[in-house]
């Protein structure tokens, strides 16, 4: 059973506006989150993470949200550009693990 | 650096057949991890090795995989028998703690 879920396989969006990815997770023991980039042919390359004390991180054009009573947590990118295009992971972590577990992934296209 | 390195990048193998990839993690590292992408189920977790010692082999998938790490700068992961639904991208990633992962470009395995 997936514990992490993210629902939409593939956003298009135009250059210059907000891209929102979306992701659920089911296992309230959750306590870390992060986000990969994958592009095609290479490894996930990490993006940003949040720790479940906090309800918001921030990193240049990405913001990460969660909320915790929902379970879910997403990415916003503002502005959108055409180099964000890739594959994006979110994951989640249990404290005391090293184990990460990864939702299926959502296909971001930024149209120029 | 040179990043974690994975070899061979591409296999094309019969069923029946002993498959062997093999992956060096960053210098430093203490942490090393296999992960198999495919469509239906996105990045999972196969096992993690904790210097060199294995730790979680729970997402193993049955015996015909097995995984090494003679020493803190080499692993391997066997596949043998090969079968075509092993089929999928196989990506090492390594880590210091509990610090991020960061993953190799992957080998993408055929087995016909």
């Known amino acids: 059973d997936q514990q992490v879920k993210q629902n939409s396989p593939s956003l298009s969006v135009q250059e210059g506006r907000i891209s929102i990815l979306n992701c659920d997770y089911t296992n309230s023991m959750f306590d870390y989150f992060l986000w990969y980039k994958k592009y095609p042919a290479e490894g996930p390359t990490f993006l940003i993470s949040i720790s479940s004390i906090k309800d918001k991180n921030e990193d240049g054009r990405f913001t990460v949200f969660l909320n915790k009573s929902a379970k879910h947590l997403s990415l916003h990118i503002v502005p959108s550009q055409p180099g964000d295009s890739a594959v994006y992971f979110c994951a989640a972590t249990e404290g005391g693990t090293y184990k990460y577990i990864f939702g299926t992934g959502t296909r971001l296209k930024v149209l120029a | 650096d040179a990043g974690v390195i994975q070899s061979p990048r591409h296999e094309v193998t019969e069923m029946g057949q002993e498959v062997t990839l093999r992956c060096k993690p960053i210098s430093g590292h203490d942490y090393l991890f296999w992960y198999r992408q495919t469509m239906m189920r996105g990045l999972e977790l196969l096992i993690y090795f904790n210097n060199n010692v294995p730790i979680d082999d729970s997402g193993m998938p049955e015996d015909r995989f097995s995984a090494k790490m003679p020493n803190a700068s080499f692993s391997t992961l066997k596949i043998q028998p090969s079968e075509p639904r092993d089929s999928a991208v196989y990506f090492c990633?390594?880590?210091?703690?509990?610090?991020?992962?960061?993953f190799g470009p992957g080998t993408r395995l055929t087995v016909l």
């Open positions: 990633a390594s880590s210091q703690g509990r610090n991020e992962q960061f």
